[in-house]
């Protein structure tokens, strides 16, 4: 490496260590650490350019640790991505676009949001699997219009994570070879040293999952990081750089735990930006003009990547048409006309009438892609054209093994590269495991879409610890997040046609084991309202019965019982309060009209949302305690859950 | 083996197959494979006896492939266990005492509720840490109080799950040679064969992280199962014995995915009852006999280990007495005596004043054993007597490493072994990835007490991927939990007081990052009320504000502002809306009066429970969206949470 080389990886952790102590919050032992390493990867692997930061066929980069922000908003800053002088100076500052941790919304040239620990690396799974997909769809020997790689840089928090361990696993079992993990190996940890935590032999490990394991043991040695990245390019299977460092390296802190997030003092951070020169946040013109020719190389590896899409589009005219309508998500339907109907006597779960829904969408839509965690015979969510594998890149079922966080993760990388609309699914009370990889999706706003079977106590036999009580109120509280649990096929339909739709978030859907009647008759849009009414007072309303899913046909029998002892009340099918929540006042007046305080809500959960509706006086049938072993059917009248039962205390 | 094994194994699978098929409910795979496992395991190797199911010195058996559970009922039936013949005809029915999958509570001889996949080997790592902390403090030459093993039966689905190799890579590191792992391995899983979804090299994998690792290539070879368990003994370090089985074993589905979770037929049962001989349901007695005999071994033992506590109590009479205190957690605090005062001006985190207090309790209670998720600097949750470790058996802190999955699920461990009681701690936000063994310390009324610090958007800086938003809210929906968010320093304290004071159900504590001023002067038993009358009106009420945690006292400040502008208020502070929900309606109506309509509540989170008491012209004061990158007050503020912003919502 040349000088050059040099004075830029000083001022990115100059910079970096700026930012921090100007902000007084922040991370420097990361940021002096790697330096070199993303140094090394922008300017001599990374095919990108700032010119074009959403480029189709670039290789993605995830900081998986996203602690290393400054690091990173130095780079992008000094590589012309768009950060000015004055956003670092704004780090962690409020509405700044340098926060925290790397925010996709907020800072071009950021892939992923991340921090959060052990979602990145299987974020670039996600992303990995996508582009074989896509290479396999598309490419031909002559022009490959896919082929890129997936980087993320990953610190020793990442790989404790047990999420990353079960995504590692599937990626070396895939042979998602074009997978590339650069381990900032430090030794160093929060609260102590690694090996008081970690005593792993590291290379026999990623070994023995079928990965590539390779050695950088200087990590201030960018000839060393280049090799090693040439050499993992090589291998036929997914490659795990180690790459020892010195977590703070050049601080007086360096090599300690104390340095992970503790800004250096103003004093120390004058001493180093000394050894580089010239004034606070200030860039060398030779580091600009170093950056220049990186942004052009990239550029023109963008021009050649046009004009292969030119002659691809001349040649393939129907698969480039196919590319471009998988690249914009670009596959309307009708659901009306082109899914599946539900006749009147249809009394299925709607696990079923999902999976027969899904199979239509798998036909119209040839990006929809994903699975389920080793369920796919109960959760009935299945994609087509047979299961993704080393043989079968083509197959867009992912079987993902019992390995529920990883999955929702993966999910996440698939979305954020783009090109195929991801979906995954297990049973309702596993939500749990995948709580932390949903919340990102929401986060990113990624279309990722949930199916969640087995959504009450009418699990049954299994009992307690697989009957989800608190799962709705659960996901009901995340932001950005629609959650639809329809009532029967028709609005399972109207449910998924949400779903499909929905760009912008992802959507989950909570849908039976048991078999549901049909309280609809007709597919409209009314469970896009979140709630609607759907059985009406017979004359004037005297109360307001609000129920969820399964529990709508339940209210309607309530209704009849309470009809026949001379009240008169109204059913309001709620299957998705965010999306009742976002309908206008007056709407939400008529369908609950606020003279009505006799208000009552059915759901077989914890249910905590619907208080909301039902005010002092109204009554809440729901589940506070664990669900019981048993026949669905016994269980759920042992739990109060029978129209007579709830007619009842309705008249109390 | 002799002829009678053959039997047993024998009996075992039909009467497993028997109730699975009655119930037309459950898992003959492998209920059918692992047979000669569990009976080995109950005959040659437990240090057991029915005769006394909690002996503290047992070895314990987690049965982590829970939906094995006909399995584990058959053998306690015909060990003596209790199970009678009329139990294992009710397997799964409502209210019996062999449900889906086993439950602690309802079945003598069942040492964990299991089912979720990956929560029994972590269990079983977590009560090894006990046993290795207890034998360590209590064992001398002469005499052994504590020495026993810990089991666990599992599938590949356990080993797919990331919180199991989270907890695998920590019990190799910390050398629990005391636990053994029988892989129940099969080739076959729910969506197929395993090499669908995992093709890891199992022998190496397991070595790297530590652990000695075995194959049993014939699990219907029970010599060949025993002599790999007599080899585990010899390692000093944890080990994993694969053995190989066929699932479904000797059914006409045998060694395919359908026999996992489908009950045989009727006369398929019968064909394999005919082999054995007898009526459906009945044992031959030489079964029985030969248990019997299992049973009075199992108790000579116990005899033996009962006269080594009596000569253990004469000759160590301090430290017996010391034992019979942490084996009956037994170490009552006063804690308005003995635990840290805070002065009225005191103005620190509630993280802090809780550090303080823990660090107090540590002194006084001899088991108390925790730590956190590599962020003990952070929590300032930390154990005593230094890190637990393979030099150190007696240090009570452990470093889990970034493994927050693993390790609630390894603190339910410590505290099902008894003896010891855990506390584990992390950032509130990712509580998240710790909710299914939260769900699991709840269903098993653990005493498990989890610490959870930056708890709002007042982290700040870090952005909204380490705010929580939504955290409360889901663990408050959690059945059997106490969930307290103090508002100062006297409510921390109070709330440590519950939270060390309850035996029968978890307790989350959730504290600031930031400081807090003091809203309280005296210490006492309010916070055990769940919410209370903190600031009074000064007349009469016109308005009631309900705050939580560190908004307590900004709610306050709203008081203030409303009272110059003539209105009179109540403040009530809630610390713990699961425990307010526990007092009788007389004082809720005292705290909360109904006439009083105009009701406020003030929450920097999603907050939906706080619903219940606002009523339909009620308000809240919430966070409904993710939070922000930036210093904590600028935060705050941007999210409307002023006095004077609120005062102004209010007065509108």
Chains 1, 2 share one sequence.
């Not at 769809?137 to 994570?161: A, P, S, W």
Request: net charge negative; proline share 4%.
């Amino acid at each position: 490496m040349s000088k050059i080389d040099e004075m830029v990886v000083k001022t990115l952790r100059v910079l970096s260590v700026e930012q921090i102590t100007r902000a007084s919050s922040g991370h420097p032992g990361i940021a002096l650490g790697a330096a070199p390493i993303i140094h090394v990867l922008y300017s001599r692997i990374l095919k990108s350019t700032a010119n074009k930061p959403k480029w189709f066929n670039r290789d993605r980069f995830i900081l998986g640790a996203g602690h290393g922000s400054a690091l990173l908003y130095s780079l992008l800053h000094i590589a012309g991505y768009g950060l000015k002088i004055d956003d670092l100076k704004n780090f962690r500052q409020l509405h700044s676009r340098t926060p925290g941790h790397p925010e996709m919304d907020l800072t071009e040239g950021v892939d992923a949001s991340s921090g959060p620990l052990g979602q990145g690396i299987p974020e670039a799974i996600g992303m990995a699997i996508a582009e074989e997909h896509l290479a396999s769809r598309f490419n031909k020997e002559d022009y490959k219009l896919i082929d890129h790689y997936t980087y993320v840089l990953c610190g020793d928090g990442d790989l404790q994570e047990g999420l990353t361990q079960e995504a590692m696993s599937l990626a070396g079992h895939l042979a998602l070879k074009k997978v590339i993990v650069l381990y900032d190996s430090n030794d160093i940890q929060l609260d102590g040293e690694v090996c008081f935590a970690n005593t792993e032999d590291v290379s026999k490990k990623y070994s023995s999952m079928n990965w590539n394991y390779l050695l950088v043991k200087n990590g201030n040695n960018m000839e060393e990081i280049v090799e090693a990245i040439n050499e993992a390019k090589k291998s036929d299977k997914p490659t795990i750089i180690e790459i020892k460092t010195t977590i703070g390296y050049g601080s007086s802190m360096a090599g300690t735990s104390k340095v992970h997030g503790k800004p250096l003092g103003k004093e120390e951070v004058v001493l180093m930006r000394k050894d580089l020169g010239g004034e606070e946040f200030t860039v060398n013109k030779d580091v600009y003009d170093f950056y220049d020719g990186v942004r052009l190389k990239g550029q023109a590896l963008y021009n050649d990547w046009l004009e292969v899409c030119d002659n691809y589009q001349e040649k393939y005219p129907e698969d480039f048409n196919l590319y471009t309508k998988m690249i914009n998500d670009d596959f309307a339907i009708d659901f009306n006309k082109e899914i599946v109907d539900f006749p009147k006597d249809y009394f299925k779960s709607t696990r079923v009438s999902g999976g027969e829904i899904l199979n239509d969408i798998n036909k119209i839509h040839w990006g929809m892609i994903g699975g389920s965690a080793d369920l796919t015979s109960s959760t009935m969510a299945k994609g087509a054209d047979g299961n993704f594998c080393k043989e079968n890149r083509l197959g867009r079922n992912i079987n993902f093994g019992v390995r529920e966080h990883a999955m929702a993760a993966i999910s996440n990388g698939i979305a954020l590269h783009g090109g195929l609309r991801p979906f995954c699914s297990g049973f309702f009370v596993f939500s749990d495991y995948m709580k932390p990889a949903i919340r990102l999706s929401a986060l990113m706003k990624l279309p990722v879409i949930y199916i969640f079977t087995h959504d009450t106590v009418a699990v049954g036999e299994d009992g307690p610890s697989h009957e989800p009580v608190e799962q709705l109120t659960m996901l009901r509280s995340i932001p950005h997040l629609n959650v639809i649990r329809p009532a029967d096929a028709i609005e399972t339909k109207e449910a998924w046609e949400i779903a499909y739709n929905t760009k912008n978030r992802p959507t989950v859907l909570v849908l039976t084991r048991q078999n549901v009647p049909m309280v609809r008759t007709k597919f409209s849009d009314l469970t896009s309202l979140g709630a609607y009414v759907i059985s009406k007072e017979k004359n004037r309303i005297d109360k307001i019965i609000i129920a969820t899913g399964s529990e709508v046909s339940l209210a309607i029998e309530v209704q009849k019982i309470l009809l026949a002892k001379g009240f008169d009340s109204r059913v309001v099918s709620m299957p998705s309060v965010n999306l009742f929540e976002a309908q206008k006042d007056s709407y939400k007046e008529e369908v609950l009209p606020s003279a009505i305080k006799a208000r009552y809500a059915i759901e077989m959960g914890e249910a905590s949302h619907l208080y909301k509706y039902l005010g002092l006086e109204g009554k809440l049938f729901n589940i506070s305690q664990f669900g019981l072993s048993g026949k669905a059917g016994e269980v759920i009248a042992d739990l109060g859950f029978t129209p007579e039962k709830i007619a009842k205390r309705i008249l109390e």
